[in-house]
Nanobody, 125 residues
């Protein structure tokens, strides 16, 4: 069992930056993949990025590639999402997620067994 707690959301102007953090507690293994998703009210939760807990391999959605960077600190059991050049269309609740089995369909919600409570990011124009 893994618990995830996000932090770092807030209100920022377009063009600004925010760094989201996800504290990971519980037992993880080298097979874990940690992801970030986002969701607006009334819409489906969408994939943002993920990182291999062991090998650090990363993947991004096309909408954030080149602007967002995912990283990890295994010693601190933390996952980060550095978000630069933010746009109003990046306004979502952002969720941290954990896949314990390195499923190949990493961009799908169904790959992830554990979820955080979410943190709101609002980008003003």
């Amino acid at each position: 069992q893994v618990q995830l707690v996000e932090s770092g959301g807030g209100l920022v102007q377009a063009g600004g930056s925010l760094r989201l953090s996800c504290a990971v507690s519980g037992k993880t293994t080298s097979r874990y993949v940690m992801g970030w998703f986002r969701q607006a009210p009334g819409t489906e939760r969408e994939f943002v990025s993920c990182i291999g807990w062991s090998d650090g391999s990363t993947y991004y959605s096309d909408s954030v590639k080149g602007r967002f960077t995912i990283s990890k600190d295994n010693a601190k059991n933390m996952i980060y999402l550095q978000m630069n050049s933010l746009r109003p269309e990046d306004t979502f609740v952002y969720y941290c997620a954990a896949d314990p089995n390195s499923r190949y369909y990493y961009s799908s919600l169904s790959a992830y067994d554990y979820w955080g409570q979410g943190t709101q990011v609002t980008v003003s124009s």
